[in-house]
């Protein structure tokens, strides 16, 4: 059975910094691209950064373009999500998600969430 | 950039046939996925590749695409079908996906 565990949201305050993780198993997790969605409260979902199965291509979100970082440890069967320069709203429900494998890069199964708020 | 575009509410009886559109300028060229959110629960994919369903999802659930058009169609609609429903579909590159802003569907 997959398994994806965030951890590492809290209270920032706007401009600091925040690392999220996502800890990985029930599955081959070096065979699949991973991504992470993100949900503010009482809205939608918004697709936020992938990275490829090796970790060679990552693709972000414009509204987090230079301000996030996806890196992941296939050793470690983990994914992060390093980010600076936060604003208020960035606060939201970071969700890690597998892909689904199928031709295009597609969220498949999804953890239950890591809260972040950004404020003063 | 992307987009892809619901209604933000849909209202459907029990039993009845409840459908949700999803338009966009790239959907006739990308595949449009369908993925159900229950309140306070992490989405569930429940179409794939514009028509598809994965594993486990009620056979009641199916999805067409034509043209610029996306639709879910949950046929025999049941109160644990209340949810939001979301589309997801990605740019001509395939790299830079979005989500469609939600539709919230309410059996009553």
């Known amino acids: 059975e997959v398994q994806l565990v965030e951890s590492g949201g809290g209270v920032v305050q706007p401009g600091g910094s925040l690392r999220l993780s996502c800890a990985a198993s029930?599955?081959?997790?070096?065979?699949?691209?991973m991504h992470w969605v993100r949900q503010a409260p009482g809205k939608g979902l918004e697709w936020v950064s992938l990275?490829?199965?090796?970790?060679?291509?990552?693709y972000y979100g414009d509204s987090v373009k230079g301000r996030f970082t996806i890196s992941r440890d296939n050793n470690k069967n983990s994914l992060d999500l390093q980010m600076n320069n936060l604003r208020t709203e960035d606060t939201a429900l970071y969700y890690c998600?597998?892909?689904?494998?199928?031709?295009?890069?597609?969220?498949?199964?999804w953890g239950q969430g890591t809260l972040v708020t950004v404020s003063s | 950039s992307h987009e892809v575009t619901q209604p933000p509410s849909v209202s459907v009886s029990p039993g009845q046939t409840a459908r949700i559109t999803c338009s966009g300028d790239?959907?006739?060229?990308?595949?449009v996925y369908w993925y159900q959110q229950r309140s306070g629960q992490a989405p569930v994919q429940v179409i794939y590749?514009?028509?598809k369903r994965p594993s486990g999802i009620p056979e009641r659930f199916s999805a067409s695409s034509s043209g610029t058009m996306a639709t879910l169609t949950i046929t025999g609609t049941q109160v644990e079908d209340e949810a939001d429903y979301y589309c997801?579909?990605?740019?001509?590159?395939?790299?830079?996906?979005?989500f469609g802003g939600g539709t919230k569907l309410t059996v009553l």
């Open positions: 590749e514009d028509n």
């Open positions: 990275i490829t199965w090796d970790g060679r291509k990552t």
């Open positions: 029930g599955f081959i997790f070096d065979d699949y691209t």
């Open positions: 998600a597998k892909d689904s494998g199928y031709g295009d890069y597609c969220p498949g199964s």
């Open positions: 790239a959907v006739p060229r990308k595949f």
């Open positions: 997801y579909s990605t740019d001509n590159s395939g790299n830079y996906p979005v």
